[in-house]
Structures are given as structure tokens and as C-alpha cells.
């Protein structure tokens, strides 16, 4: 049986050389890498750059662990 849901932790080095731990949930069922990158585009003030290099991190870490994803972009996510 597939895991549905994962806790990811990330490191991001600020230009001052301080590092920033972010700490997120992921659920195959409803997210996608894209979606989780973008939110933090806007939460954490991040490039659109940035974000691809994070959504890219996710989608290889959940190809690592087995797993399967969505692929439909953030506009298909249920509204909370």
C-alpha cells in the first residue's frame, strides 16, 4: 500500500547566509509539486525560479520514495 501523505523538510540559505528550515506536509491525493511551490512563492517571497527548483526537489523526491503524484496544475486543487 502507497504512503498518501508525506512530510518534507527544507533548508533555503538566505543571500545573508542564514538558513531557513521550512517544514510541509504533501498529499498525493490532493497536491502537486507545482502547487506546493507556488504557495511557498508567495508565502516565503521566492523567485518563479526558485519555485521551479523546489517543485522540480519534490517531484525527485517522490520518485525516490515510489510514489505517484498529481500532474494537474494548481487551478484543479479544491478550494479549502
Wanted: a negative charge; aromatic letters at 6%.
Amino acid at each position: 500500500m502507497e504512503e498518501s501523505k508525506y512530510s518534507f523538510q527544507l533548508k533555503l540559505l538566505e543571500e545573508d547566509g542564514n538558513a531557513k528550515n521550512i517544514e510541509f506536509a504533501f498529499d498525493v491525493s490532493e497536491d502537486t509539486p507545482e502547487c506546493i511551490a507556488s504557495e511557498m512563492m508567495e508565502d516565503l517571497s521566492l523567485s518563479a525560479v526558485e519555485a521551479k527548483l523546489i517543485a522540480a526537489k519534490i517531484k525527485l523526491e517522490l520518485e525516490r520514495l515510489g510514489s505517484r503524484y498529481r500532474q494537474q496544475h494548481c487551478s484543479s486543487k479544491p478550494s479549502q
